[in-house]
């Protein structure tokens, strides 16, 4: 069927017909894992056996500010984990990690699969775009989807992730699922369903796959946008980071350093990540490394203000005192995409420098008249649109509210 509906045999209606079908019946296990095959066959796959090691991937289901893996794959790359990672272009108001690093002047996303093979080998990281040849059966399944409202369904999701990772080529995978507004997913019970799904994908095709439910209730971090959320993984990676991202990162590391072989306890693996790794620059010097192998200027590590800025910046003041008690991450994202940093359809051009800093986020105390949120872009007039949407996002109430925290949960195979 995937074939036909590559070759033009099976017409757009009648897959659309299929796909709604799906949309509202749900496929089982094996059904799903069929659909998932036919995608990983559809297209070429990713040949790593000549890079040594055990090879781990990551993948989030997107989110506001999710710059975890810039951070992620030097620090877990630095403590001798080799990571070969695609990722995607930004669509919609979650950024694309290709877009972020292309901010770095330089840097090359695009590249032939063998140089990509190279760079993993001789430094033992690498990012990459997603690349054409890599499941078109899925890039043409999910046009269809996003214009048939069928883009939301979870046996649908589950084969488009996993499809990708499987013909990706790694040993194992660690998935990150968003759960809140700002997700695919808002509510934690499909979020589980996701991510069981998922793992169980993985078990069928001989990957190791494990899933870290973690929140997207609010943005990651304090950065929003393409150089600037590099700005803020670097900071990360100089001991800087935000708290929250931070805590992602090392729990995600760990997680993959686990599936890589490691036997220790996730607990005693994210005290070493943080202290021997993430703290002591080593983390730094493995995106050092990546920068430079994949043709971008090394310098920007030490001075942040090579990467674009915008010309234009404007703020968004708070109009009473009081605790952050929301943030709609989706409003934010949106924001963020009227303001440059986004794009709605694939061949739009992206400002790299265009984006937000957010100044208040939950839980922090406010007055009245302080700077919720910094505003970045080259278009003056963007500002009183994104101005007023990230007004609604925020609500400032009374008491302090209750703060729980990024990492939900775990979902491994039994
Ligand atoms: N990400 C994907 O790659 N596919 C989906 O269907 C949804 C999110």
Known sequence: MINGFL???IPDYQMAAFLMAVY???????????LTKALVNSGEKVDLTAVPGVKIDKHSTGGVGDKTTLVLVPLVASAGVTVAKMSGRALG??????DKLESIPGFKTEMPLNEFVEIVSKVGAALIGQSKELVPGDKKLYALRDVTATVDSIPLIASSVMSKKIAAGCDAVVLDVKVGSGAFMKDIEEARKLASLMVNLGSFFGMPTTAVLSKMDQPLGFAVGNALEVKEAISTLKGEGPEDLVELCIELGAHMLRLSGDKRDLLDIKIDLEKNFLKTGRALDKFREIVSAQGGDPTVLEDLDKLPKAEHISC???EKDGYVAEIDAEKIGTAAMILGAGRIKKEQPIDHSAGLIIKKKLGDKVQGGEVLVEMHSNK???FLRAGELINTAFKIKEFKPHMPSTIIETVTQQ
């Open 316 to 318: 968004v003041y708070s």
């Open 7 to 9: 070759n033009g045999e």
């Open 93 to 98: 108001h979650t950024g694309g990690t290709a």
């Open 24 to 34: 509202f019946r749900g496929m089982d296990v094996d059904e799903t894992a069929a």
């Open 380 to 382: 003056k007039e963007t």
